[in-house]
């Protein structure tokens, strides 16, 4: 076995650098897509079936690979899922037709679906614990620069060129990163040989840990799904969040944009102070401080009647995301077993997917019905009353794990 106990920086820089990439990609893949889908025909609602065919790809995608995930080899799935989304958005330079694009979609999800629990498994073992605030912090910064540098390419690509060279530049980063992934070093905890199983075997007994796990862990399961229910809530406001700011607030289409980039950079903020402070606090107040601050920045966005005041609620949302993204996913590497990360966590995920495909569709269905702004404050006081069970959970956690 590896030593895992070493820690090699230069493992550190590859993984920040291949989230880096993945990140920058990202975003001019985004925009590409969406300019992509108007210009074969499509129209608002055919770009807003984007971001339901995500929630689908994530809960089939964990239904199957649930149980099977940390059994992977790490190194080489995390290269062969770059690759493979590399040359599937490449495709979309040939693909005719809006349901063509759709297909591809769904499989890059899909690709992103199983690649997120392997990275996290990978991280939990190249980085030793008492590095990984530091890490998760760093490489949120990474993330957040993609964030904002991702859209400015982008746009620049396609005031000078067209969408197939946006595109393009996306595939070549993804394969940039999944040669940085090959270049990893394999790293696996050794378990003892079992015998052949069939698939339906494996899975019956991943059910059965997992009712176990949650029977002796179930506070850690709790806390981490009244964590991510934040993140489902908030997809519920975001659905109707450019409806919200043009026809509520009344901003301009320019103040809307304006604020999408204040946005941006309130999470480069977030994110270069979280690495400051990330060594001097606990994984339990990063969550709790980023909590409270998130959801106070989208109350702040729905009672705001003007430009001023909504631009800041957006800020100290994506400056909150900082520490929230920080502590949960410290978090998970701290209280989750490593050979089963990614089985708990897409069992995990399948929950969220599917509710925020329910929220999504509630709270866009009862903006029809209700004055808006009503329902996003209605939404909010939920996320506040799940701030309070998330502090009352977690100092139950730390009573017999200090560390977190």
């Not at 190249?126 to 990984?132: E, N, V, Y």
């Not at 060279?165 to 040669?179: E, G, H, K, Q, T």
């Not at 339990?284 to 998130?294: A, M, P, Q, T």
């Not at 109350?299 to 009647?305: C, D, N």
Request: net charge neutral; charged share 10%.
């Amino acid at each position: 076995m590896s030593d895992l106990n070493k820690f090699d920086k230069s493992i550190a820089i590859k993984l920040l650098s291949t989230n880096g990439l993945s990140s920058l990609g990202e975003w001019i893949y985004f925009i590409a897509l969406n300019v992509s889908i108007l210009s074969s025909g499509g129209n608002v609602l055919s770009v807003g079936i984007l971001y339901i065919i995500r929630p689908v790809a994530d809960i089939v995608t964990n239904a199957l690979v649930s149980a099977h995930i940390d059994k992977f080899n790490k190194r080489k799935t995390m290269f062969a899922l770059d690759l493979m989304n590399a040359i599937l958005i490449g495709s979309l330079i040939f693909s005719q037709g809006i349901w063509s694009i759709y297909i591809v979609v769904f499989f890059v999800q899909v690709c992103s679906s199983m690649y997120v629990p392997i990275s996290i498994g990978y991280t939990t073992l190249a980085i030793p614990k008492g590095h990984l605030k530091k890490y998760n912090s760093w490489d949120n910064l990474v993330n957040s620069g993609g964030f904002l540098v991702g859209p400015a390419i982008s746009g620049l690509i396609l005031s000078f060129s067209n969408v197939d060279v946006a595109i393009l530049v996306n595939s070549v980063m993804l394969i940039i990163a999944s040669l940085i992934n090959l270049s990893l070093p394999h790293l696996m905890i050794e378990e003892e040989p079992s015998t052949e199983k069939t698939f339906f075997e494996i899975n019956k007994e991943s059910m059965v840990y997992l009712k176990t796990f949650f029977d002796t862990k179930r506070v850690y399961l709790i806390f981490y799904l009244l964590v991510s229910l934040l993140f489902v809530f908030a997809a519920g406001l975001n659905s109707v969040e450019a409806a919200f700011a043009l026809e509520v607030v009344n901003l301009t289409e320019a103040e809307y944009g304006l604020i999408v980039s204040i946005s941006g950079a309130g999470f480069v903020v977030g994110s270069i102070i979280n690495t400051t402070v990330v060594g001097n606090t606990t994984i339990y107040r990063l969550i709790n401080f980023g909590g409270v601050l998130y959801v106070l920045g989208y109350f702040l966005y729905s009672i705001s009647h003007g430009f001023i005041v909504a631009s800041i609620g957006f800020f100290m949302i994506s400056f909150a995301l900082a520490f929230i993204n920080t502590g949960i996913r410290t978090f998970i590497q701290f209280a989750f077993p490593v050979n089963k990360i990614g089985q708990l966590t897409t069992a995990l995920g399948t929950v969220s997917s599917a509710l925020q495909m329910i929220l999504v569709a509630v709270t866009s269905s009862l903006s029809l019905i209700y004055p808006m702004r009503l329902v996003l404050i209605a939404v909010e006081i939920i996320m506040f009353t799940m701030i309070i069970f998330i502090y009352a959970y977690g100092k139950k956690i730390r009573v017999s794990h200090p560390n977190i």
